[in-house]
C-alpha cells in the first residue's frame, strides 16, 4: 500500500502566491491584446472564460483559487 506523502504548508502557500501573481500577469496580457487588437492562442479553458466574462472572469478566477490555496497553506502552517 503507498503512504500518502503530506505537503509541506509553505509549498502550498508560495504556491497560492504564485497563482495569485499569474492571475495579475494574465490580467496585464488580456490588457495589452485588447489595446493591440489581432489574435493570440490561449488556453481553451481561458478562452471560455475570456469570452464568457472577459478579463475580469478569467482572471479572478486564476486569483480566487491563489487566494483559496494560500489560505488553506496558512490554516497548515498555523495548525502546526
Known sequence: MQ???EENPIVTI???????AGAVWLYT???GFEERGGSMRMN???LALY???GKWLACGLVAAVGIAV????IRKKLAG
Open 70 to 73: 494560500t489560505v488553506v497553506g
Open 3 to 5: 503512504e500518502q506523502r
Open 14 to 20: 508560495v504556491m497560492g502566491l504564485l497563482m495569485i
Open 29 to 31: 496580457y488580456f490588457s
Open 51 to 53: 469570452k464568457l466574462g
Open 44 to 46: 481553451v479553458i481561458l
